[in-house]
Every structure is written in C-alpha cells, then in structure tokens.
C-alpha cells in the first residue's frame, strides 16, 4: 500500500487526478491494486518504484524509527536504550516493568514510597508525606498527622494537631484552661475550669466581660454610683472624692475632708447625728457633742457635754474625769476616762462594781473556781484547799495533800499524765502533752509504760492490782498465777515447779514459770522453771515440741517435732514409723518409741506383746 501511495503523489505531480482507496481495491471490485481512472476506465499500468518501509505509517521509515509498528512520530526515547517510548516495556530504563513501575518515567528500581501512596518518592510531587497530607514531611509542621491547613497558633514550627501546648504558654493542652489563648498564670477567677483568657464572663454574674462594668467581681446588678466606667462592687471610689471607698466614711457622698465628728465611721456629710446621740443635729444643743438627754445644768443654751465646767468643781470639762459630779481629787483607778466618784466600773472590766467579785481588779469573765466570794484573780486560794495559789501545784482543784506521781509540778488531781509516759490517763488528747493509747486511756496511768503493752488485754480498774497493762498487772495472763508470787518485787526470781500431776506443781509463794501465757496449773515436766505452755522443749531432751529451731535451746529431730515431747529421748527412735496396715494390724504411728505404748505396731500393748519389736510374734 505504500507504494501504491507513493504513486499517487507522483501522478498528482504530472496533473493526473488519483482516486484513493484507502482499502487498496478498485472500482467494480478490482482487486489488484492498480489505480483506475474514473472517466474513461482506462487500465494504466503502474510505475514501479521502490521506496523504504513505513510499517506503522508514522512518516518514519522502518529502518530509521525506534519503534517501527506503534506509530510515534516524535520518535521519544526517554532511557536512550533505541527502544521508543510508545513501544519500550520500561520506559525509564530502571528495570522494573511499566505496569509495576511507582515512577514508570522516573528511574527508581528501589520503587521507594515512604508515604504509601502508591506513588515512589522519586516522583511523588510532595516528596516524601509520611502522613499523605500532600504537604511535603521537609516543610509539614505535623509531618506525621495530616493538617492540610498547616494551622500553627503559637507560630512555633509545630502543627497545632500535633503541638501539646497548642497556645505556647508553657501549660499543656491537657490541663491548660484556655488551651487555645496563652494564660501562663491560668487565672480562672469564677473557677469554672475556663481561665480568664478565653472566659466571656470571668466573674460568672451573668454579664458578659464586653459589658460588665466590673469583669472580676460578681455584680449582676452593675451598680455604678458615681456614673464612671467602674461599677461600685469593684470601683475603689464610689463617690469620686478622690477617698478610697475601703476607708471613705461617706463611700457614696463626696466629702474629701472625711470630717466624723462623733467617730462612728459615718462622715457628717452623711450622718444627720453628728455626736450621735440621737437627737438631730438641727435641735441638738450640741451638735457635735454626744448628750442625748440635751442636759444644760447652767441653763446657758449650752449643753454641758459642750459646757467647758458643767459641775463646777473648777475642773473643766476637758480634763475633768467626772464633768457633772465634783471630784476635785480626779482619781480614777482603772485610767479610763471617769473618775472613781462616777465610774460604775471601777476596774474597767465590764462588770458594774456593785456586782464585781473583785470590785477594783480587771475580771470581765467573773470566775471564782472555789464560789466564795472572791474572783479567782484577787483570791489568794482558788481552790480553797488551805494551800495558796503562789505553791499550789494543782491551783484550781482541791489538793490539800500536794499528792504529784511523777514529780513534774503538776499535781496529780489536775495532769493529764500522772506517770509522764506521754499516754494521757483518759481517753483524751492534751496538745503538747500526751495523746490516747491504743486502749483510750492509760492502761497504767500512775506506771511509766509508753508501750502500754497489755498481754492479757484486760482493762485497768484501780481497785483490782491484776488488771491493766503488763507494767502496773500483778498478773500478766490472768490465771491466777501472780507475775511475783513470792512479794520480793523481782519477776522470775522463784519460779514455780511441778511435774505432771492434774493439779500442776507448786503454785503458792512462787512466781508464774509462764508469765505470759496462761497455765494456772503451772505443770513444768521438766522442772526448768518454764512451765510446759510456754517450754519450747518440754522434757529438756534439746529436741524442740514443734518442728522449729528455738536458738540456744532445741533443735528439731529427724522427724520435725519432738515424738515424744514429755519424756526425753534424745535419740527420737520410733520402731514403727512408716509401718503399712496389715489388718488386723493398724499402720505405724509417730510416736518415739519410749513413748508408744505398741512400739510395732501389731495391735498389742508393750507390756503385754511377747516380742514388743517384732510384728510377727506375739
């Protein structure tokens, strides 16, 4: 056909006109390829030229085109390997195969792809995006959480997705109450978990902080006196007086010379009884002096709280401690400002002298322990016990007798520790002085004993000497027994001795062999002066009862305990351990063989068995 072709464009170069079959048949199903004329259906051979190959018809000869059966007329050769694009398997000449290549025009035969995308690092347009947020990991301030908008509050180079202080103020976003405006000091003025930074109302009074005339303090009302930007409830000045409101006496009536006549804390400004002494300043006879009566004893139009000599006792007024009853003398005992002749409280102590236990003595709360009729503070005797306060070791509880346990000053009728263990005598606690004990009160309050150890657990009772705890309890197990039987104050000096019988061994003018632990019997079986309860090792074979070392004294035997705890036998043979059962016979006990009344096990008695070690003969 491309031949053919070629001579189409030669006859059109002589003026012929050429019909084109694109098919290669002629006219009436002519099929040889020869080019027919359409008007006068002449048969003119055609020329035969040779020209080069075009297979893909590209305009490339075959022997020129890089890819001569996929048409490519731009002949691109990327990898340079003479292998066109349009035909080439691996375009980039990176040896991995278009269809699996992640870069199929970039070389990449370690196909990298750090974000997963399917596309290799080699030609990702945002190179390397761990988080797939199209914004490259070398300029994504959350490189590994997608924030496409890049968004940075505090400008810190770290996204705010990932920036556990997003605002920058220093308090993390889990416990900043304003996470998203810096408050380092995290002020929350109302404490409702939003500090003042981002809180529309920081005093929580219902009035927004745009609006609230006093941001910081509840005001719901907005009360502002004065008319100025500050409501009253936080505005320092009120009336604008240039008076701080904390100590202006008309807070709410300008009056800068803070002028208070009778020292109430209201200013004459606002107080329409200057001396107020409750007559109104428009009819008091003197204004400015406290006398509510209006008294004018010289009838001048003065009143005499204004009247500079009102008793005319040539005293004036102004140094004159009785004004209105003549005491040329002045004397005034308690230094106020009456003298004695008018003062109905000569000691000054609030009680009028005609009923104060101590008329010219300070003693506002009256107390006269004894209830004679003196006050404590003039009674030479508070307690009325004959000893006088100056030596009184207990000065307000009867002690005649001075009785002090521990010798501390403090008698024992009024210490709280008679026996200065620092364990107080009642359940009580006397600061810097003794507290309770494990039991509540001091279970030896006359016998030092801060561990109040109490073996027994009984309770104290001060009319019975075997109670309390082990230090003042005559008998620490409570048999019976006395700790020191024999009176000679030593414990343990004469123990008590017995051997076996069911009434126990001698148990009178000795000491308990068990002191701790009850056994009013007092059996000792080996006379060591510890009785069989509390005796590790009770026949004193160096074999201890139980299966436990006691150092000094016992061991364990062979088989753990002692096998016969009550006889010694120091050896521990047991004939029949570990003998079976052979009915009629039983199995072999655990019993020592000094001790086993069958020592073989065969069902009959020792001292009845023939052969007492021999199972088989009896």
């Not at 290799?120 to 908008?149: E, H, K, Q, S, Y």
């Not at 889990?174 to 109302?201: K, R």
């Not at 505005?235 to 208070?260: H, K, V």
């Amino acid at each position: 056909m491309k031949k053919r072709y070629a001579i189409f464009i030669i006859l059109g170069v002589f003026g012929l006109t050429v019909a084109f079959l694109s098919s290669g048949c002629g006219r009436n199903g002519n099929t040889s390829g020869q080019i027919i004329l359409p008007h006068d259906e002449i048969n003119t051979p055609s020329p035969n030229i040779d020209l080069p190959a075009d297979s893909d018809g590209d305009g490339i000869t075959d022997d020129m085109d890089n890819c001569p059966n996929v048409a490519n007329p731009d002949q691109l050769d990327m990898d340079s390997d003479g292998k066109g694009d349009a035909c080439d398997d691996d375009i980039d000449g990176d040896e991995v195969a278009n269809g699996s290549d992640n870069c199929p025009t970039v070389a990449n035969n370690n196909q990298a792809d750090r974000d997963g995308d399917g596309k290799g690092d080699a030609c990702d347009d945002i190179f390397n995006d761990t988080d797939n947020d199209t914004i490259g990991d070398g300029v994504d301030n959350c490189p590994t959480i997608p924030n496409l908008d890049q968004a940075d509050l505090d400008r810190d180079g770290v996204g705010d997705v990932c920036d556990d202080d997003v605002d920058g103020d220093g308090i993390l976003n889990a416990v900043d109450n304003c996470e998203f405006i810096a408050n380092p000091n995290q002020t929350d003025t109302d404490s409702d978990g939003l500090g003042d930074a981002c809180d529309p109302d920081d005093d929580d009074d219902g009035i927004l902080d745009e609006n609230d005339n006093c941001r910081l303090v509840v005001n719901p009302l907005q009360e502002n006196n004065d008319g100025d930007l500050l409501g009253d409830a936080c505005d320092t000045d009120d009336d604008n007086d240039g008076i701080a409101d904390s100590t202006d006496n008309c807070p709410i009536i300008a009056n800068n010379d803070q002028l208070d006549t009778d020292g109430d804390g209201f200013g004459d400004a606002c107080d329409d009884d200057d001396d107020n002494d409750g007559v109104l300043d428009g009819v008091d006879n003197c204004q400015r002096v406290f006398n509510p009566v209006q008294t004018d004893t010289d009838g001048d139009g003065y009143g005499d709280e204004c009247d500079v000599d009102d008793d005319g006792d040539g005293i004036v007024d102004a140094v004159d401690n009785c004004p209105l009853i003549v005491n040329p003398d002045q004397s005034n005992i308690d230094g106020d400002l009456l003298g004695d002749a008018c003062d109905p409280d000569m000691d000054g102590d609030g009680v009028d002298n005609g009923t104060d236990n101590c008329i010219t003595m300070f003693n506002p709360d009256q107390a006269n322990n004894d209830g004679d009729a003196q006050g404590d503070v003039c009674d030479p005797d508070d307690d009325n016990d004959g000893v006088e306060d100056v030596a009184d070791n207990c000065q307000f509880n009867p002690n005649p007798g001075q009785e002090d346990n521990d010798n501390d000053g403090i008698g024992d009728v009024c210490d709280p520790d008679d026996d200065n263990d620092a364990i107080c005598d009642i359940n009580e606690t006397v600061a810097g002085i003794c507290t309770p004990g494990p039991e509540g009160a001091d279970n030896c309050p006359r016998t030092y004993n801060p561990d109040q150890a109490n073996n027994d657990g009984d309770i104290y009772d001060p009319l019975n000497a075997a109670t309390g705890g082990d230090a003042c309890d005559i008998d620490d197990d409570n048999d019976g027994i006395l700790d020191d039987g024999n009176g000679n104050g030593i414990i343990g000096d004469a123990k008590c001795t017995g051997y076996g019988s069911p009434f126990g061994g001698s148990q009178a003018g000795c000491d308990d062999n068990c002191q701790f632990s009850f056994n009013p019997q007092q059996i000792d079986i080996d006379s060591d002066g510890i009785g069989n309860v509390c005796d590790p090792d009770m026949d004193n074979d160096g074999i201890c009862n139980t299966n436990e070392t006691v150092p000094n004294v016992c061991v364990p035997g062979p088989f753990g305990g002692d096998n016969c705890p009550y006889m010694v036998n120091t050896d521990q043979l047991n004939f029949d351990f570990n003998f079976p059962e052979i009915p009629p016979m039983p199995a072999g006990d655990g019993y020592g063989d000094i001790c086993d009344p069958d020592d073989d096990a065969d069902g009959v008695l020792d001292f009845l068995d023939e052969c007492p070690y021999n199972r088989d003969c009896h």
